[in-house]
């Protein structure tokens, strides 16, 4: 029988780009259209509705930049996310708590604009097949977490956390580690799977409350 | 050091005030008022009112001796009911006086009363303390002239009573007072000078780490000077293009280190990142976890390692700070054309340092102490 995924390779993966810099829409639509094999960007917008509408409502993943004519929201993280968009947050802001509040809201990735076109390529590609991609910035993110509702690491996830942090590259990563790149990967995933299954937890409807204020779907005001 | 020597408080000067009041209070009760009741017991109408207003004045006398005698200050309860105390004690003496005895020598609980109250009341206001001894002698005028037979000549001889040991006992309540005021201005200038000459006791260990600091690192750099300066050094070759580039590093985090900002590290490793930068390397700063206190040394002895490789490196480098709960780790990935290098290590720093395929790891992790 034939997997979503199989489906997926068969056709070139798609992308709507939200970001309100032209020159970045234009830079992303450059890589992601000359990247082997190509991804196709159906549509790019300063405008997040066009994530919503026309051919970027069909798009197999969202690129979204965090800031929209504002300050930096995680509204719209939070709208497509539960509507099973894969949104790859896509930011200049290298910022750990708006990485781990995006992975707690549901985006496939947090990605800084510092972090290059390698990264953005894979993390497209990760999330096309309903994966999270973690570039090094958020794995310094995930290191540094202190909160006490952050997930127990192993030794290992940890040490693959940091030397992916610091180097920037699996191989080497894997070399230091001595283990094979597929088990550097193995372990980012298995990260990544403990703060997703973490994230939309909230045990009572007041922690349902002061989650959605944290994540600006409501205002004190409006209570 | 001396400067510093801790200056009495108020506390003490007020504590000091109570002792020579208690002296006072207890001379006039045992030495005066007490030959006063002796000489008139049998006259007092009853005369175990008499004995007990002394009793109770005594016992509030002695009774704060207790405290006063330990440079304790009164607790606000004894105060209260002391005053109080004094104050019955005071009016049923003045009951049990002979009725044309009033203000004399027999009504000896009058004159007596105002100095516990003034030993009760050593720290409260001077309006305070006039209104207790007023009230004490308006109490006994009331009973003077409820009580005594009234002629002009006797009234006048009682306000002469009156205002004598009440003019007597509010002009020491006034120099208390003012006694009190200058204590409390003589220790506040204290506390400014004591906390004007820490200030510039610290400014001048400051000024002395730094001109200790700036001469461990321009000292560094004065062989490079000399070197380049008599041609001992030749300008072109790469190992002196690096000695200039961690020279160069050096000052920057020096002038680094001088700055007011909330994160010293990240902003010290920024200022190696830049030096690197503008000698044409590409470098990459990540920093990861929230700012952190830590120590110049301990700063100094994380960059140096990143600095050294910076100077070494060729084409990128990725500069990385990254703080959990209890480390801190930097961290340079960068291309280098050395197969081997020297990575300065420093005490109570955790350091790894590889080479391979072109590749320079070097991380220097350093384990905060639960006291740090």
């Known amino acids: ?223 | 050091m001396a400067a510093l020597t801790p200056k009495p408080s108020v506390e003490q000067y007020a504590g000091g005030l109570r002792i020579i009041l208690l002296v006072v209070a207890a001379f006039v009760q045992f030495a005066l008022s007490s030959r006063a009741l002796a000489t008139w017991l049998p006259h007092y109408r009853p005369a175990w009112v008499a004995v007990t207003a002394f009793v109770v004045i005594a016992a509030v006398t002695l009774g704060s001796g207790w405290w006063v005698l330990r440079l304790r200050p009164l607790p606000p309860a004894f105060t209260v009911v002391g005053t109080v105390a004094i104050f019955v004690a005071s009016s049923g003496g003045s009951l049990a006086v002979p009725r044309d005895r009033f203000f004399e020598d027999a009504h000896w609980t009058f004159g007596l009363a105002g100095w516990p109250l003034l030993l009760l009341l050593t720290t409260c206001t001077l309006p305070t303390v006039a209104v207790a001894l007023g009230a004490n002698a308006a109490i006994n005028l009331v009973l003077y002239v409820l009580i005594a037979p009234f002629t002009a000549a006797a009234f006048a001889a009682a306000g002469t009573a009156v205002s004598s040991v009440l003019g007597f006992q509010l002009a020491v309540a006034i120099a208390v007072h003012f006694s009190r005021v200058r204590a409390a201005m003589a220790a506040e200038l204290a506390v400014q000078r004591a906390g004007l000459i820490t200030d510039k006791l610290i400014a001048e260990d400051l000024e002395r780490r730094n001109r200790s600091r700036r001469a461990d690192q321009l000292g560094g750099a004065l062989p490079l000077l000399v070197g380049l300066a008599d041609q001992t050094l030749d300008v072109e070759a790469e190992q002196s293009r690096q000695l200039c580039a961690l020279g160069a590093a050096r000052l920057r985090r020096l002038l680094a280190e001088g700055d007011s900002v909330s994160d010293s590290l990240g902003h010290e490793l920024a200022a190696c990142v830049d030096v690197a930068q503008r000698n044409g390397l590409v470098v990459e700063l990540r920093i990861s976890g929230p700012a952190q206190a830590v120590p110049v040394e301990v700063r100094r002895a994380l960059t140096e390692p990143v600095m050294t490789a910076l100077a070494m490196a060729v084409n990128t480098a990725h500069v990385t700070l990254l703080r959990t709960a209890g480390t801190t780790r930097v961290a340079i990935v960068a291309g280098t054309s050395r197969e081997h290098l020297t990575i300065p290590h420093s005490t109570g720093i955790e350091m790894t340092s590889s080479t391979e395929d072109g590749t320079l790891w070097v991380e220097a992790l350093w384990r905060r102490q639960p006291n740090d």
């Open chain 1, 1 to 223: 029988m034939e997997t979503a995924t199989e489906r997926l390779t068969e056709r070139r993966t798609t992308a709507v780009v939200i970001d309100d810099h032209p020159a970045v829409r234009a830079g992303v639509q450059l890589w992601l259209t000359t990247a082997t094999p190509p991804v196709q960007v159906v549509d790019s917008s300063a405008d997040v509705r066009e994530a919503w509408v026309g051919p970027g409502a069909h798009a197999d993943v969202v690129i979204l930049d965090l800031q929209l004519d504002g300050p930096p929201t995680l509204r719209e993280v939070r709208r497509l996310a539960r509507t099973g968009r894969r949104v790859i947050v896509y930011t200049m802001h290298a910022s750990d708590d708006l990485a781990l509040r995006s992975l707690e809201l549901g985006a496939l990735c947090y990605l800084t604009k510092a972090e290059g076109e390698k990264h953005l390529v894979d993390a497209v590609r990760a999330a096309a097949q309903g994966r999270g991609y973690t570039p090094p910035t958020m794995a310094g993110a995930l290191a540094a977490d202190r909160r006490s509702t952050r997930p127990a690491l192993s030794a290992r996830e940890y040490e693959v956390l940091v030397s992916w942090f610091q180097s920037d590259s699996k191989e080497r990563v894997a070399r230091r580690l001595g283990i094979s790149v597929s088990t550097v990967n193995s372990h980012l995933e298995r990260v990544r799977m403990k703060y997703a299954d973490i994230g939309r937890e909230a045990s009572t409807k007041a922690a349902l409350v002061a989650r959605a204020i944290q994540d600006e779907l409501i205002d004190v005001d409006q209570l």
